[in-house]
């Protein structure tokens, strides 16, 4: 291979990689970004039960459609990111993210490409990335990604069966429900989130559990993921999440150990029932993600 395509397929596989890894930034903000948003206050009485307060922030969500949504994730050495947008989950996940890469070996790899930051659109059926013009130039001219989301299970194995799952199935309260399913829910107190009165609630989870609680994978496609979350050194994380007086999640902090270092993501949640309006890119402008692997592969 001559140096001039060297160069090209590490530009594509760059891009391939920091564009993925947004997606699963971004899946973790959705996740959480409909969690536990609300609409309607919760008795009294259940404030004092963390079990009882949370069940109540699962149900009175789901009159919550949409949210702005602001982010902040670092993973060891590799990165360290943010996200700034808004998005919906009433039939199906749409939104809009500005992702910006702020640290490790990926701000690195986006600077040399040409920028550090991409938008990325999720629409029911896929997720899409816009790289910088350096991407472009190497990859025919096109400057966004797409990823079907059947595509990232064709491609991906169980992980990418996994993230195709959730990505389709998002409801507003994957967070809240995830706390209930781990059995390890406790109210740490009264605090205040950029002013505002909340209640914090924490617990850990088991990743592999959730995945199964939460999920509507095979057996075999759970074992695998079991597996491939093993090797990643991914097992258990604590999660933390501050609820409003009117049952509006309105922060929530994740924590983990991977192979690559530790893992922590801090998400904010504003403007419930924000307008989200979400379109798919140009075609002419789009290249599909299997179509890049397939010519970095050699066809």
């Not at 790899?109 to 920028?115: F, L, W």
């Not at 998400?267 to 798919?280: L, M």
């Amino acid at each position: 291979m001559g140096v001039g395509r060297m160069k090209h397929t590490a530009a594509r596989t760059a891009g391939l990689s920091i564009a993925a890894m947004g997606l699963l930034a971004g899946v973790t903000a959705c996740q959480a970004s409909g969690d536990s948003g609300s609409s309607s206050g919760g008795s009294e009485g259940a404030r004092f039960d963390p079990v009882a307060a949370l069940r109540t922030a699962a149900k009175s969500t789901d009159g919550a459609d949409s949210a702005k949504v602001e982010s902040t994730t670092t993973m060891g050495s590799v990165m360290s990111m943010t996200a700034d947008g808004s998005l919906a989950w009433g039939d199906g996940l749409t939104g809009r993210l500005t992702i910006t890469y702020t640290g490790g070996t990926m701000a690195d790899t986006m600077r040399q490409m040409g920028s550090d930051s991409m938008e990325a659109r999720y629409l029911p059926d896929a997720y899409y990335a816009r790289m910088g013009d350096t991407f472009a130039e190497q990859s025919g001219g096109k400057h966004w990604i797409k990823y079907a989301y059947d595509d990232l299970e064709t491609v991906g194995g169980s992980g990418g069966a996994y993230l195709k799952d959730q990505m389709q199935n998002t409801t507003p309260n994957q967070s809240v429900k995830l706390l209930l399913a781990s059995g390890d829910v406790r109210k740490v107190g009264e605090e205040k989130v950029r002013g505002e009165r909340t209640t914090h609630y924490s617990g850990t989870v088991d990743v592999a559990d959730l995945a199964e609680k939460n999920s509507s994978l095979s057996r075999s496609q759970l074992d695998d993921l079991r597996k491939t979350l093993e090797q990643a050194g991914v097992t258990t994380e604590t999660v933390d999440i501050w609820v409003d007086d009117q049952d509006l999640l309105v922060k929530k902090v994740e924590k983990g150990q991977t192979a690559a270092g530790a893992y922590s993501q801090t998400a904010y949640y504003s403007d419930y029932g924000t307008e989200v309006a979400v379109q798919e890119p140009p075609a002419s402008d789009t290249a599909d993600f299997t179509e890049l692997v397939r010519q970095q592969s050699g066809g």
